[in-house]
């Protein structure tokens, strides 16, 4: 079975960090371009951070862009997002996904894991 | 930037009706609009894929359609499992995404 399972969320205040892990089973992990996205309390779903199959390449929303780092661990079918000068509209449920490409090149995101809360706050 | 709205943000219905949720794109994505289904306190799960194609094991009962700016979910006879928040997502400006801001179906 495939499945993703976030850790490392928590309370944190403002201006701290924070380094989010997603496990991955079930697959070739390291096939695969790996997303994190996030939903803010009572929000809707937005992307935050992509990187490729062999983590040359990494894109981030404008709103993350300097403060968050995404990176993965092959050996260890670990995908991580490190996340630095953390703000209060940085709270968020954090979910990582699997990037599945029909065609080739229609992407979609499938599974997703259960999330993790982070919550930024003095 | 690619802009995804939704139609309606929320929406009353019951049990054996049809729902018609639809999302406008800000700019021509051809196809590549994703559709998916999140329930309270649970990750979003895929139900369509490509516009049309339902992801496997997802009912029969969903249906996508719709390509350039404007995209349909349907479900043709709604079910008490079907009671959610629906999103699309576009993937053309891959390797950035986005997604509409939701729908809720609500029970009438």
């Known amino acids: 079975e495939v499945q993703l399972v976030e850790s490392g969320g928590g309370l944190v205040q403002p201006g701290g960090s924070l380094r989010l892990s997603c496990a991955a089973s079930?697959?070739?992990?390291?096939?695969?371009?790996m997303h994190w996205v996030r939903q803010g309390p009572g929000k809707g779903l937005v992307w935050v951070s992509t990187?490729?199959?062999?983590?040359?390449?990494?894109n981030y929303a404008d709103s993350v862009k300097g403060r968050f780092t995404i990176s993965r661990d092959d050996a260890k079918n670990t995908l991580y997002l490190h996340m630095d000068s953390l703000r209060a509209d940085d709270t968020a449920v954090y979910y990582c996904?699997?990037?599945?490409?029909?065609?080739?090149?229609?992407?979609?995101?499938?599974?997703w894991g259960q999330g993790t809360l982070v919550t930024v706050s003095s | 930037d690619i802009q995804m709205t939704q139609s309606p943000s929320s929406l009353s219905a019951s049990v054996g009706d049809r729902v018609t949720i639809t999302c406008r794109a800000s700019?021509?994505?051809?196809?590549?609009l994703n559709w998916y289904q999140q329930k309270p306190g649970e990750a979003p799960k895929l139900l369509i894929y490509?516009?049309?194609t339902l992801q496997s094991g997802v009912p029969s009962r969903f249906s996508g359609s719709g390509s350039g700016t404007d995209f349909t979910l349907t479900i043709s006879s709604l079910q008490p499992e079907d009671f959610a928040t629906y999103f699309c997502q576009q993937s053309y400006s891959n390797p950035t995404w986005t997604f509409g801001q939701g729908t809720k179906v609500e029970s009438k």
């Open positions: 990187i490729n199959s062999d983590g040359r390449t990494t």
């Open positions: 079930g697959f070739t992990f390291s096939r695969f371009w």
């Open positions: 490509a516009a049309s």
């Open positions: 700019q021509t994505i051809n196809m590549y």
């Open positions: 996904a699997r990037d599945v490409r029909a065609l080739g090149v229609m992407s979609y995101f499938h599974p």
